[in-house]
């Protein structure tokens, strides 16, 4: 587009063109450096769906212990080797492991390792006075010579229960049995090392090796996923016979990450051919494709600046829809080209776009900053991206364009073909235009029949819409959590309390009352399991003290039969609390727990398939104890984010309506109406499935887009230049976009086929409404 | 009290608690071949190879043994003594005499208890639990060094002749409640000694009655 030493019957260059290319240039520069370090050094994407939603506004103590249930899930991987054999097993679980720890993020998932000494030593000050349910009753319901009795034989037998403490702190084993009531009841061993797990569900009993491994990193961590997926894939290879399960949350974010990638690419390659292609099919040159993709990178590379000045970060689902901008960015250098080659210069061509371009400009970034305003951070980097991005491409073609000189020689050729393609519209709008009426009737009806469409098809605020796992990532994700019983992160209780001693109290009375539902798929983890109320300690610890160390108390009775004088422990002088918790490293494993001041949280974990059942209502009656249904929650989210975006979509209408009346007077409605209808029927066409919160988003998009094709006809009229302009610019976005409403991502599909079929309508029915007053005879 | 013992059982199924009971146990070496090895000391693989061999050419077992438990604070040792016996496939009987009278049967299907007022089986639901604590105290008493290489470190010394074999646990929670496992033996094992983590002991002192062998 630099041709200094063409010879075009142009003035030189005015000085102040000069400094503003050079501006230009300066700012092009230091935001493409400033992206490539902020890239290579601080690795700003992520895919972190749950950073693209809205902070929640319930409880923040809630959303404090759901963020620490999340992380557990976020910073450790399970995988399950099938064991019909553990020798042949075996050596697969070793190869995995060593592969996994082979990457400096990944290392030993060792809590589990080391569970039983921790326990050991928490409890071991208060092991006479914490009783599992089965030894209380056994106290009460034996004499005291019938206790001593059983505990001297024990001492003989070869199988009892393991002493975590000895004779002399705990004489009759309070401790162990303390202990394995502790235990979760799976079936699970230990084969050299690693833990065997033993399935049996219908019947089949099925046995898996466990590999376990902990992040170092966040499982968002591009480099993190590379190392898991690369070990695993390894594997498969290594072992083309092993099978394997899946779980934790990296394994869902690689996944992510590349679903992404592969859309962004698919967006980014079907973008850049059909935009090279229409572009050197129209203009039979390369200078207008090189004014192209400089626009379009100015655009991206100014959008990228901004949002990570102004955010740090960048989802990549942000760069997914940013690249949606790609799209609008072109339509200023698509209209400027087509414009200058039909002025004779680029110069004359900015003069005569100049304001179409700023009101395009202006509105469309207006709409898009609109979303700002929703308390949504996902939306709020779109707009941020967007709004910049469209700042970019429309300076950088006032910036260039004196700059662009068209060559006589070629002058023709975009017109030719502008003129060739025009006659296909001559043919069609001319007929239209004649028949107001029936025209404006069939709008009418289609705009009917569409909300008829959206009004029945209703709405979708599934968190299905969020997900980007595939089906057999989240079957194998399912599987594990099924075998390994582990705590659901979308269903639990909640509960409150002034006191931990409330606290517990509390969650003794939802454990009586879980237990009383007799329902052996029931499963569930509380605090209380781990710390008895301090109600419970003291009557636990009196009932040792009465039948075990009383007068005649079994003790007694027992040293008798083994013919030594001994005495009895020490009682402690406090209480187990759940503060203890805290202080040891066992509260990964735990139910979460959070206390501030003399508020006490914690939630009583579910798993196995009780779940469905309706537990609601087991809350039911107990104060300060709620069921959260995490998912349900999420979905209600949604939902109202749903309305807000739909809101600001409405205020944005209507202002907009507001200010092209004000600017065009009469024809103001000339504009909005195409922009309405395309809305209309491209959510129809979404409406199938129900609308979701990404169809309206994408409604957004249409706005900027079909926007700008409203203010090049109403500025220029409709002519040959701004119907192949327009038919470029919505062409380029329509090829690339389509391609989105493919995509696997649920998000990605909405998003893209509102493009498509918001674009195309846009596209078509904008002309309807821009007949050429003046010289309307003109066939 | 069964419903007690069960608790034991439950105990190692855990997550985290692989550690088994308190084995108070006898291990029956089978016969070597005599023929090859003679007295000269071999390295531990090929040893631990050879004794492995050897309990798996043994049929049938019967002995009695004598043990000798120290708890840590209690002045005096608790002795008892009693009769074992081993079948390959069907398991093992283990039976204290005096001063209490205390069966443990332990088959691949499960364990089961007796004492002076009956039998108990265990519930079905636990099974799994069982064969954990079975899988250790059967490897113990019959020399099955497969299983017991799961969970314990093997190290074998000596010669086939008087051999002696140190087991450590694999695991830490394991090693939450045995310390180390010792076996000495020549031709059968003849000493047991547990060493566990709170600080009992218990030796035991086995003899040999009776052995049937495999037909070859």
């Known amino acids: 587009m630099n041709q200094p030493e063409s010879t075009l019957p142009n003035s030189p260059l005015a000085r102040a063109n000069v400094v503003y290319a050079l501006a230009w240039l300066l700012v092009f520069c230091v935001s493409g450096v400033f992206c490539l370090w902020q890239v290579t050094t601080n690795k700003p994407f992520h895919s972190n769906l749950l950073e693209l939603l809205p902070h929640d506004e319930r409880n923040p103590a809630l959303h404090e212990l759901s963020l620490l249930m999340a992380s557990r899930f976020e910073d450790k991987l399970l995988i399950l080797i099938k064991s019909d054999n553990p020798e042949t097993a075996l050596p697969q679980a070793k190869d995995l492991q060593a592969r996994l720890l082979a990457s400096e993020r990944l290392g030993i998932n060792n809590i589990s390792q080391t569970i039983q000494q921790e326990l050991i030593k928490l409890y071991r000050p208060f092991s006479q006075q914490l009783l599992s349910s089965e030894r209380r009753e056994w106290l009460q319901t034996h004499s005291a010579e019938e206790i001593a009795e059983q505990s001297y034989r024990d001492l003989f037998s070869p199988v009892t229960l393991p002493r975590p403490y000895g004779f002399a702190e705990d004489p009759f084993n309070l401790g162990g049995s303390w202990l394995t009531s502790l235990a979760p009841r799976l079936k699970m061993q230990e084969y050299q090392g690693f833990p065997l797990v033993v399935d049996e569900r219908n019947g089949v009993t099925q046995s898996w090796l466990l590999v376990t491994a902990k992040l170092n990193s966040s499982p968002f961590d591009v480099s993190t996923q590379k190392d898991v997926t690369g070990a695993v894939q390894a594997f498969r290879k290594q072992w083309p016979n092993a099978e394997i399960l899946t779980s934790g949350m990296i394994f869902h974010a690689a996944a992510g990450t590349q679903q992404a990638t592969k859309e962004i690419n698919t967006v980014g390659l079907g973008s850049s051919i059909a935009i090279i292609a229409l572009v050197l099919l129209v203009f039979r040159r390369f200078t207008p494709l090189v004014a192209v993709f400089l626009s379009m990178t100015a655009a991206y590379l100014l959008a990228l600046t901004v949002c990570l000045l102004v955010f740090g970060r960048i989802h990549i689902i942000t760069l997914a829809f940013g690249s949606t901008l790609l799209g609008v960015a072109g339509d200023y250098a698509i209209h400027f080209l087509v414009t200058s080659h039909a002025q004779g210069s680029g110069l004359a061509a900015r003069r005569h776009l100049k304001h179409a371009m700023a009101i395009g400009a202006l509105t469309g970034m207006g709409a898009y900053l609109l979303q700002f305003t929703t308390p949504f951070p996902g939306l709020q980097q779109m707009a941020i991206f967007c709004a910049a991005g469209i700042f970019g491409a429309w300076m950088t073609v006032l910036a260039l364009a004196p700059f662009y000189r068209v060559n006589p020689a070629s002058t023709n050729s975009p017109i030719l073909a502008a003129d060739k393609f025009f006659r296909i519209a001559e043919k069609v709008y001319p007929t239209l235009w004649r028949k107001p009426r029936w025209v404006g009737a069939s709008l009418v009806v289609i705009t009917v029949l569409g909300l008829v469409v959206i009004v029945r098809g209703g709405v979708n605020d599934s968190v299905i819409n969020l997900n980007t796992s595939p089906i057999n990532l989240l079957n194998s994700e399912r599987r594990v959590q099924e075998i390994l019983q582990q705590p659901s992160v979308s269903q639990f209780f909640f509960i409150e309390a002034n006191s931990p001693e409330q606290l517990l109290q509390k969650t003794q009375a939802l454990n009586t009352k879980l237990a009383a539902l007799h329902d052996p798929d029931m499963r569930w983890q509380s605090l209380q399991q781990y710390v008895p109320s301090r109600v419970q300690q003291e009557a636990d610890r009196s009932l040792i003290a009465q039948k075990l160390y009383g007068e005649p108390g079994a003790l007694k009775l027992l040293c008798q039969k083994l013919g030594t004088p001994c005495a009895a422990p020490v009682p402690a002088t406090n209480w187990l609390n759940p503060a203890d918790l805290d202080a040891s490293s066992l509260g990964e494993l735990l139910p979460p727990m959070l206390h501030k001041g003399d508020d006490w949280r914690t939630l009583v974990t579910l798993s196995g398939n009780g779940q469905s059942r309706n537990l609601a209502e087991v809350a039911n009656g107990l104060e300060g104890v709620r069921l959260v249904n995490q998912t349900d929650d999420l979905s209600q989210l949604l939902g109202r984010y749903r309305s807000s975006v739909s809101l600001v979509l409405l205020l944005t209408i209507v202002l907009l309506a507001i200010g092209l009346t004000i600017r065009y007077r009469r024809h103001g409605w000339r504009m909005v109406v195409p922009l309405v209808v395309a809305m209309t029927l491209a959510l129809a066409i979404a409406a199938i499935d129900g609308i979701t919160l990404f169809h309206i988003m994408a409604l957004l998009l249409i706005i900027g887009i079909g926007l700008d094709t409203a203010v090049f006809y109403t500025e220029g009229g409709f002519n040959a230049e701004s119907w192949l302009a327009s038919s470029l610019s919505c062409g380029t976005s329509i090829i690339a976009f389509g391609l989105l409403s493919l995509s696997a991502v649920p998000v990605l599909h909405q998003f893209g086929l509102i493009i498509l079929v918001g674009m195309l309508s846009c596209w078509l029915l904008t002309p309807l409404f821009f007949r050429p007053l003046p010289e309307l005879p003109r066939i | ?216």
């Open chain 2, 1 to 216: 009290m069964k419903k007690f013992v069960m608790a034991a059982l439950i105990a190692s199924t855990s997550l985290f608690a692989f550690g088994a009971t308190e084995p108070q146990k006898a291990s029956s070496k089978s016969e070597s071949k005599t023929s090859s090895s003679a007295t000269t000391p071999v390295n531990n693989a090929n040893l631990l190879a050879q004794l492995s061999a050897r309990s798996k050419a043994i049929q049938s077992l019967q002995g009695h043994f004598v043990q000798e438990k120290h708890i840590a604070v209690l002045p005096v040792p608790l002795n008892s003594n009693g009769k074992f016996a081993f079948e390959q496939g069907k398991g093992v009987d283990w039976e204290t005499l005096t001063p209490v009278r205390n069966a443990v049967h332990l088959t691949p299907n499960g364990i089961s208890f007796e004492d002076d007022k009956g039998k108990t089986q265990n519930p079905a639901a636990q099974q799994a639990g069982v064969e954990v604590v079975a899988k250790i105290f059967m490897g113990v008493i019959t020399g099955e060094l497969d299983d017991l290489n799961n969970y314990f470190a093997v190290v074998a010394s000596g010669s086939d002749k008087q051999w002696k074999l140190l087991l450590t646990p694999r695991s830490a929670n394991l090693a939450a409640y045995i310390q180390t496992i010792e076996l000495n033996g020549g031709e059968f094992t003849e000493q047991l000694d547990i060493a566990e983590t709170n600080g009992d002991k218990t030796h035991i002192a086995f003899t040999t009655d009776k052995v049937v062998r495999k037909a070859e």
